[in-house]
């Protein structure tokens, strides 16, 4: 498994124990590009980028991040599972 697929596996795990609806496209080319994850987080839209430790969004992943922000939505990202829970913090039930 990747480095990247690991944070992957590693939030699917955690979104799942919160019971956080996410779905997880297959890019094909076709439409729109989107972020590694879309969930619905207490009524917000959230969209989530995955990266490997060390890595950073590319440029076309930051035009994402900003549409989604534009649209109203949360975008985040992380190169591991404690950084996306706590750019989460602030959505999570208490």
């Not at 498994?1 to 979104?15: A, N």
């Not at 094909?28 to 969209?47: A, E, H, Q, R």
Request: hydrophobic share 40%; net charge positive; glycine share 10%.
């Amino acid at each position: 498994m990747t480095p990247e697929g690991e944070v992957k596996r590693d939030l699917r795990k955690w979104l799942d124990a919160q019971g956080i609806y996410y779905f997880m496209p297959v890019q094909t080319g076709y439409g729109k590009s989107t972020l590694d994850f879309l969930c619905c987080i207490n009524g917000w839209f959230v969209g989530i980028e995955t990266k490997a430790p060390g890595k950073v969004p590319t440029a076309r992943q930051q035009r994402v991040m900003k549409e989604i922000s534009e649209a109203d939505g949360i975008a985040v990202w992380g190169d591991n599972v404690d950084h996306i829970i706590r750019a989460l913090n602030g959505l999570l039930p208490r």
